[in-house]
């Protein structure tokens, strides 16, 4: 009898199979109701008294020795067999979830682009500047509130390094490197010390224009403006030129167009006054040109400034700044664009 249970340990222990089915066949043959271990149990009574410790012991073996075999083949075999019997190869796969351009990138690129068709090359600078190239060479007098801690990001042991303000500075680079005329447009991040709000940041983007040749006039400027807003917010678009004040421009002006969203009727984007302000903008200063080496009686030049983030709000009529900032995937998500 111990000589039986002794072979059919053997045989558990030799038994190899890859067929489920015979895996199942094995498991039947030897641990069903009516299989051999439960019909050996079924013997026990008939075992001598002193072979019975014994042959129990052997018996509980031969028991989980099956077991063990059973399962381990089953695991081996399911794992691999699983992956193939529940792919479908018929299922549409799942879509990768594709980025989108950010709006202000949007924006900025048209901007360029619109330029481009005219004739203007893109140029960049160094976020870091110094106090030349952002304010002492656009003409800004010494005691200008601008250059106050209140607006401008100064580098504490060196007042004469800051974060730029505006992108004007890498225009001083180009007139100081490159001979008119010069037709650019410089894009760029920009810092200003403001309270962040909906409607300021101390973080921005500009796209800051400028053209310096023989003869250059306002003229030039107010149509170069004029087919700018007709590619941005639409052919029926209108501009409207207010005087205003900068250091580095002589005349100079804001430019306002016809809001897009009433068609200039009124309505609370443009506070009911039927324009909304893009720009700044003017002919300018000969100190500037001068101060870059520019020769003032021969040269004439306009420039002009505009906040990437403001002309994206007119657009898409996003009413709070901070949106482009915090990068919601909910927010960003809706922009798609060409640029
Ligand atoms: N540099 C000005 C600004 O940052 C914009 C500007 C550029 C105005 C050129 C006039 C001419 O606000």
């Excluded at 549409?92 to 989108?100: E, K």
């Excluded at 009433?262 to 039927?274: H, L, R």
């Amino acid at each position: 009898m111990l000589k039986k249970i002794q072979d059919l340990l053997k045989e558990v222990e030799n038994f190899k199979s890859d067929s489920l089915d015979e895996i199942e066949q094995f498991r039947i043959k030897y641990l069903s109701k009516k299989g051999i271990v439960s019909e050996l149990f079924s013997e026990f009574k008939n075992v001598p008294v002193e072979q019975k410790k014994e042959f129990g012991q052997m018996m509980n073996k031969l028991k989980t020795q099956t077991l063990i075999k059973v399962n381990q083949l089953k695991d081996s075999f399911t794992a691999d067999d699983k992956e193939y019997s529940e792919l479908d190869l018929s299922l549409p796969g799942s879509p990768l979830d594709s980025g989108s351009r950010h709006p202000v990138s949007i924006v900025k690129n048209e901007i360029v682009e619109i330029f481009s068709r005219l004739g203007f090359t893109v140029s960049e600078g160094p976020e870091i500047e110094d106090d030349w190239h952002v304010f002492s060479a656009l003409n800004f007098p010494e005691e200008h509130p601008a250059r106050d801690m209140q607006d401008t990001f100064f580098i504490e042991k060196n007042p004469d390094i800051l974060l730029r303000t505006h992108t004007s500075s890498v225009q001083v680079h180009e007139m100081e490197s490159m001979k008119p005329p010069i037709r650019t447009v410089s894009p760029g991040r920009v810092f200003r010390n403001e309270a962040i709000s909906a409607r300021a940041h101390c973080i921005f983007h500009q796209v800051e224009g400028l053209y310096i040749d023989e003869n250059v006039s306002f003229a030039d400027l107010k149509q170069t403006l004029l087919y700018f807003a007709h590619e941005m917010f639409g052919e029926n678009t209108q501009i409207r030129l207010r005087p205003s004040y900068f250091p580095f421009t002589e005349p100079s002006a804001e430019v306002d167009v016809s809001c897009n969203l009433c068609g200039g009727k009124g309505c609370n984007v443009c506070k009911y006054t039927g324009w909304l302000e893009i720009l700044g903008c003017g002919m300018v200063d000969p100190n500037v040109l001068e101060a870059s080496g520019i020769d003032s009686n021969k040269y004439t030049g306009f420039a002009f400034g505009m906040g990437v983030e403001r002309i994206a709000m007119l657009k898409y009529g996003v009413k709070d700044l901070r949106l482009y900032f915090e990068n919601d995937v909910r927010f960003l998500r809706q922009f798609s664009s060409a640029f």
